[in-house]
């Protein structure tokens, strides 16, 4: 009940009238609006870690002040416009683990009081991964998973339940891919009853 993962998903690029960068339709935004149609949730947050700025989920969600748009992105990675997010942290070629973890703390720190969500829709590419080959940053495999704890744990703290999606990953040996994917799906799991706890505390 607190944390669920979906294998594929966080195709953040799609535009509500087009696709773009391998994303036809834009699962996050689709997600969060049609849960609050079914009365299951008022506000959301996306929380967008994939390494490309989620222009097309900020695009759709531009107006909304009910979804709250967080995107931490390489700054001068595609897409080479970006849309305005709620909060756009852009990062420089070759940030490092301790870098991008400092400033995802302080993006959470301000973004989550903001939001005050009943849901965090989490992208956690793969594509930060120094061994990605369109990613431009420089996380290791430990530093992608001490993101995920960050992410997660502050959800909980927060009260806030998650829905996890892989989002991109590019590196050039799949396995690597494979096993950053993994490791996310593996915090969730491990999360998951804090994430209950404190979503069920907070009802």
Do not use: W
Request: with cysteine; hydrophobic share 50%.
């Amino acid at each position: 009940e607190g944390c669920g993962v979906n294998l594929a998903g966080g195709t953040h690029h799609a535009f509500a009238g087009r696709g773009e960068g391998f994303c036809v339709f834009n699962d996050a935004a689709v997600a969060a609006r049609a849960m609050q149609a079914e009365g299951r949730i008022r506000r959301a947050i996306v929380v967008d870690c994939d390494v490309h700025q989620g222009n097309g989920t900020a695009s759709i969600l531009a107006d909304d002040p009910t979804i709250f748009t967080l995107s931490l992105h390489g700054a001068g990675n595609f897409p080479f416009t970006k849309e305005r997010s709620d909060l756009d942290v852009a990062l420089a070629d070759g940030c490092g683990d301790e870098a991008y973890l400092a400033a995802l703390d302080d993006a959470l720190t301000r973004a989550l009081p903001a939001a005050a969500a009943d849901l965090a829709i989490y992208l956690a590419g793969a594509d930060p991964y120094v061994g990605d080959a369109l990613g431009r940053l420089a996380l290791t495999k430990a530093g992608l998973a001490r993101r995920d704890a960050l992410v997660l744990g502050r959800c909980a703290a927060a009260g806030v339940p998650v829905a996890v999606a892989m989002a991109g990953g590019y590196a050039p040996v799949i396995d690597d891919i494979v096993e950053i994917h993994l490791e996310s799906v593996r915090l969730a799991a491990a999360h998951a009853p804090r994430l209950a706890a404190a979503a069920a505390a907070r009802r």
